[in-house]
Every structure is written in C-alpha cells, then in structure tokens.
C-alpha cells in the first residue's frame, strides 16, 4: 500500500507557512491540526465505501488528509482564494480530490454523483444555515443525502439533537429530528484548534429517515415552530392562537409552554391542519 497524503505532505503547520496562510475571521476559520482527531471524525462518519464525499471549508486540508487516506473521492468546497492554492496543489498529488473555489451556500450539491455524504468542518459562521439548508433539501428528496457529519459550535450541534423541556429544544430540533436520525458523536476540545476558539465544538451527525411518520408540508412545519417558539416562554396557545382549534385532534395541551410539546405532536398538528384545508 502506497504512503497516504499524511505521510507524504509537509505538516499542515508547515504548508500554512509555505503559502502564508494565516485564518481569517471574515470567513470564521479555526483551522484543524491534529491527524488523530481528523481520523476519528473519518472513522465515526462511518461513510460507505463507494460514496462521494463532500467536504466545505477544507481550510488547509487536515480533514481532507483523512478522506482522502481513507480512500473516498472527496469534492471540498473553499470560499478563501488564500486556501486556494494550496488546495490545488493538494490536488496533483490525489486525483480523487477535487477543490472547487467556490460558496458551498449557492451550490447545487446535487449535482455531485451520488451516492453522496457531507463530512465537514463547518466554519462557525455558517454552520447553522448550511445544516438547515441541507434538511430543507433531504425534506424534498431523502436520497439528496445517505449522511451528513459536521463539526459544530457544541451549543448548536446541541440544538439539532435536543430533547423536549431543555434549553436548547426549539425548530432546529424539530426539523432535524423529524427528517434524520440526529445524534452527537463526540465533543472536540478548543485545544486542538488554531486559533483556540471559546467554545467546544461536537461532531453532529444525521442521517435521513428512509421513513416517516408524518409528511405535512415543510414550510408548514417551519410557520408553525416559529410562531410557537417565539414565544417559547408563554402557553403555546398564545403563538398558535390559529391553530388552537387542532390542538385536541393532535394531541397537544394548550396549556404547555412550546418547549413541552414532542417532535411527533408538532408534527401531528401541521399534518391535521394540512389535511383540513380546503384542495
């Protein structure tokens, strides 16, 4: 077996100082430099063989280092032309990685073959929307996706996997919990990050419900979770003062904050309110 590109590469210390890379905040960088930790991601992502992965923000490539090894085609997209060069270069030596310059926010990531698995390193900043973006695509098409495993900020990976009557239950869990099976791998300590961020980050995995209990419309879903928890700390007959009347037909309390109420009765609601307007 021929050498990986771990072996074969300077370190990423190194390849930074040789093309003047230094993380920028405009685009949340908190670059990646322990192979241990990029290889447990690869491993615990436990993508099958044969699936194109999709990798956004690369940085400067440590967790491509471990796809790559691992013996995936791996298609990264990179918003920093800094990084760019580097990529390329990265590229000459793997012909099974493919750098594209370019905003992984306005892209169409089913045009890549499929089958096809996210296993990234999100930039904080974006992390949330790229997440929520890709369900609302899984909603529309289960196979879009076979999984999706992200590092995260701890605190919003958090937020997908919630349970009701905790701090961090809201739409994200319910939208996530709804359309995958979502769950939190393991944290990643700030220590292992340059530079050292405040925070601890986890690695959220999902992966879509080949079935599902309730199929009201999604935008549907999105209304009614919004107006419930924008008030989250009322009565959830107060931010869903219009759909009190289907509160008995699916199950829900009137009198319970939103936080209370379960994935599957949020979902029971929108499917009753869906099924009783007028085709």
Not at 122 to 127: A, E
Not at 260 to 266: G, Q, S
Request: with cysteine; net charge positive; proline share 8%.
């Amino acid at each position: 077996m021929s050498a990986g590109l771990w072996e074969t590469l300077p370190s990423v210390r190194d390849m930074l100082a040789q093309y003047g890379i230094t993380p920028s905040k405009k685009f949340g960088q908190n670059f990646l430099f322990d192979r241990n930790i990029t290889d447990k991601i690869v491993r615990a992502a436990s993508v099958p063989v044969g699936t194109h992965v999709i990798e956004v923000g690369p940085g400067p490539g440590a967790l491509t280092r471990s796809l790559l090894d691992a013996g995936y085609d791996v298609t990264a997209f990179e918003i920093d032309r800094n990084i760019f060069p580097l990529l390329e270069d990265m590229a000459k030596k793997e012909s099974r990685f493919h750098p594209v310059l370019q905003d992984a926010m306005k892209t169409d990531l089913a045009a890549i073959p499929a089958p096809r698995a996210v296993v990234a390193n999100l930039p904080y900043n974006v992390g949330t929307n790229l997440v929520i973006g890709w369900l609302q695509k899984i909603h529309a098409d289960p196979s879009f996706m076979t999984s999706i495993t992200v590092m995260l900020q701890k605190e919003v990976a958090e937020r997908f996997t919630a349970q009701p009557r905790t701090p961090e239950y809201g739409r994200a869990s319910i939208l996530a919990q709804w359309l995958c099976h979502a769950e939190i791998l393991f944290e990643v300590p700030k220590e292992v990050f340059f530079p050292q961020p405040k925070v601890t980050s986890a690695i959220l995995r999902l992966i879509p419900r080949k079935e599902r209990a309730y199929n009201p419309p999604l935008k549907l879903v999105e209304d009614i979770t919004r107006d419930a928890f924008n008030q989250r700390r009322k009565m959830i007959k107060a931010g869903l003062k219009n759909h009190v009347g289907y509160f008995e037909v699916a199950g829900i309390d009137a009198q319970l904050r939103p936080e209370a109420i379960p994935v599957d009765l949020y979902l029971k609601l929108a499917e009753t309110v869906s099924n009783d307007k007028p085709a």
